[in-house]
């Protein structure tokens, strides 16, 4: 789907603009900006703002969207309300969160990126689509599409990583997931990319703080998941609270206006994020709301989140001649273009079938579809002697309050996601365990906290066991939204916990649960296998007991590198090369720490399998190419190993030369494959001269002649196949 999704039938784009044009012409300025403005329902997912009585307001013309309105039958009332006694009955746009799921929740976006499997991210989208449509939304904001490099920033759990390539293709996939081939079918949202831009950079891994960037690190890094959500023709697009060169996002002209609006031809709207308008002024570029409604609407921000920016200034800067109607006649074209495209102009109602939404919300289907996906992201991290898949015990300890909670499996942004659906870990394995007995023992609290007699009914509850399954990480509240962390090592007394089960000689089974990476030396070093289950979502329980007891193969591999201590972070793989790098300075003088090494403790694309993979005949089409031709990338990989098993093959990239310096290595393409035990497949992959493009010292975003290292493997840091080509102009 084309960013300009419309224009490719000149037939239906003229009449659909023309009616456009029509109701412009019978909107008052008063109508047209109270389509820019959308109001809040009953639920807060922001600061406190300014109460209204929303359907005077809805009946007054002053409303074009709402967020956060309770129930059906609420949605449906408003909209009556907008359709029937207004006098041009211009519908609503109902929009809420619904990041990883409405009420089938799937796991939290990061922990969809490690399936690294943009089908499976897709089929979870299209769940949440078919079940927020059927309960009278239209609109989800999402996908969140930032680029994460900071483990401390709580919102790390809502994106897919460190990689712009991956969070591009996973981008890609949600919006297809959310609005389908047919924003009209009844299955299907807008959806809306998310938080532009560089919303990821916030300095210290703080939430809400100042991002201060180079505008090559934005246009190689931060900019290409945006950009891939338009090309697949994403409806809408939100803007960051942050500032980028001191300017906040919804202001700045050179983001939305030169970027987004006329680089990228993105024909949908902008809208801010909860109140971000009026903090303009609290960021020191606008001196009040005035000031802060000429800079947003001059910036092509087209719609106003509960700020009451717009709805209280736009008219007067228009009528005294401050602004140019044509601003404000653009961003409501934009709005009305959606709620077109949407079907809501020929059936307001559509999206209002109570029967439908008992058939769709929360069906077998669905959590099938959501369990399968919680399995695909289920990353295996380390697993000494083999101890998993638990094939062969006859007594189990599930240990840790996280085992036994269906509330933090949901995670954060949680839509209307309830305990009482969820599977936890206890459950889970208690319902896949035919011959096994089973036993719990609390060990630690949600926050971590071990009195003396929770830890001495975890030792005596382990030491009586032939293995321990311990839930340990974070509780959901601690990663989301203004969830920020200085220190990313395991909660409470974990690991002091973990430190007494293991000295039971015991195997122990630490299962993670956690919403970003986490520093984990001590665990990486002393418990012999390590399950990365993040947040998966409503089938949780169920799909890490597939993994543990081997009905289904891990198969994650992450998305954001795990570092070995805070210290280290931001840290990922794609870093640039330094003057003085550590492997080929003199002792002493390259870049380094004193403490410990540069490396991560778990690198971007690591993970087990149940069996193991060889890599062999590297084949490159050729050793030079031009400008525009393809190169040919052949490989074997061979499942060497007793198991069936999943693959996650990988092609990275180094511009050896460039005018500017270039990262050490970049993912380039991605492929996952199934193989049976003795199974030996081709796989090729094809790299285009745009895939070496980048932001160049001429300020293009373009490929450069030179020579390139092609390095495919297992992981970033397990690197298996390597051959060069030059590219020519």
């Known amino acids: 789907m084309a960013a300009n999704q419309d224009s490719e039938d000149p037939e239906e784009e003229i009449p659909f603009e023309n009616e ?61 309300i907008a359709v029937e006694e207004t006098e041009h ?13 409405f009420r089938t929740l799937s796991p939290i976006p990061l922990g969809e990126a490690a399936s690294w499997d943009p089908d499976a991210v897709r089929a979870s989208a299209n769940v949440a689509a078919a079940e927020a449509s059927a309960s009278g939304i239209h609109w989800t904001f999402g996908p969140p599409v930032d680029v994460a490099r900071d483990a401390r920033w709580g919102r790390s759990m809502e994106t897919s990583g460190e990689d712009p390539y991956l969070a591009g293709e996973l981008a890609a996939a949600r919006v297809r997931g959310f609005q389908g081939d047919d924003l009209t079918a009844a299955d299907t949202v807008l959806a809306c990319a998310k938080h532009y831009a560089a919303y990821g950079e916030v300095k210290a891994g703080r939430e809400y703080n100042t991002v201060d960037i180079s505008e090559s690190t934005l246009r190689d890094i931060h900019l290409p998941p945006f950009e891939a959500a338009v090309t697949e023709g994403v409806g809408t697009v939100m803007n960051a609270f942050t500032v980028f060169e001191g300017i906040p996002a919804g202001a700045s002209k ?13 024909d949908g709207f902008v809208v801010s994020d909860w109140n971000s308008f009026r903090e303009f002024i609290y960021h020191g570029v606008a001196g009040d709301e005035r000031d802060a409604a000429e800079l947003a609407i001059e910036a092509g921000s087209d719609m106003d989140m509960v700020g009451h920016i717009y709805t209280n200034e736009l008219v007067n800067l228009v009528e005294d001649g401050t602004i140019d109607e044509a601003l404000v006649d653009d961003a409501v074209r934009r709005v009305l273009r959606s709620k077109y495209r949407l079907g809501l102009f020929e059936d307001p109602y559509r999206y209002f079938d109570d029967e439908r939404r008992k058939e769709t919300v929360l069906n077998e289907t669905h959590r099938e579809i959501v369990r399968d996906v919680a399995r695909k992201s289920i990353v295996l991290m380390k697993n000494e002697r083999d101890v998993l898949p638990l094939d062969d015990v006859d007594s189990i300890a599930v240990v840790g309050a996280l085992a036994d909670s269906a509330d933090d499996v949901l995670g954060d942004w949680r839509g209307c996601g309830r305990p009482e659906d969820a599977v936890s870990v206890l459950d889970g394995i208690e319902g896949t365990v035919d011959n096994a007995e089973v036993r719990y023992a609390q060990g630690c609290d949600r926050s971590g906290m071990v009195s003396a007699t929770l830890r001495e009914e975890a030792i005596e509850t382990v030491e009586e066991t032939d293995v321990a399954v311990v839930a340990v990480g974070e509780s959901y509240e601690l990663s989301g939204e ?19 089960l293991q000295a039971t000689g015991t195997p122990v089974v630490a299962v993670l649960m956690n919403g970003r990476p986490l520093a984990l030396p001590w665990l990486s070093e002393n418990v012999p296998a390590i399950l990365e289950t993040w947040f998966l979502g409503t089938e949780a329980g169920d799909a890490i007991a597939d993994v543990l007891f081997g009905n289904h193969q891990p198969s994650g591999r992450l998305p954001m590198s795990f570092p070995q201590t805070v210290g280290q972070v931001p840290i990922h793989y794609n870093h640039l090369p330094t003057g003085r790098p550590q492997h080929r300075a003199e002792a002493g003088w390259g870049t380094s720490y004193l403490d410990i090494p540069n490396d991560p403790l778990y690198a971007f694309g690591h993970g087990l399998s149940y069996t193991t993979f060889e890599y062999a005949d590297l084949e490159l089409g050729a050793l030079t190419i031009k400008m525009n031709e393809p190169l040919s990338i052949g490989l074997t990989v061979e499942n060497i190993g007793d198991v069936v098993g999943t693959e996650v093959v990988q092609v990275y990239i180094h511009d050896l030369v460039g005018s500017r310096a270039r990262p050490v290595k970049e993912l380039k393409r991605f492929r996952k494959l199934e193989l049976e035990p003795g199974e030996r497949r081709e796989v090729t992959f094809e790299i285009e001269s745009d895939d070496l493009a980048f932001w160049t010292a001429d300020e293009v975003f373009a490929a450069e002649p030179g020579e390139f290292d092609v390095m495919i493997g297992h992981a970033s840091d397990d690197i298996r196949l390597t051959d060069s080509f030059e590219l020519r102009a």
């Open 89 to 101: 009955g211009v519908p609503l746009l109902f929009g809420y969160d619904v990041i990883h799921g």
């Open 482 to 500: 203004a969830s920020s962390r200085s220190d990313i090592d395991l909660p409470g007394e974990q690991q002091e916990l973990l430190e007494a």
């Open 20 to 80: 456009i044009d029509g109701l412009l012409a019978r909107l008052t300025l008063k109508e047209k900006v109270g389509q820019l403005n959308q109001l809040n329902g009953s639920e807060q997912t922001g600061p406190a703002v300014e109460d209204v009585d929303l359907e005077d307001e809805i009946r007054n013309g002053k409303v074009g969207s709402v967020l956060n309105a309770d129930g059906l039958e609420n949605r449906e009332r408003y909209q009556r």
């Open 254 to 266: 050179r983001l939305v206006r030169d970027v987004l609006k006329d680089e990228w031809a993105f």
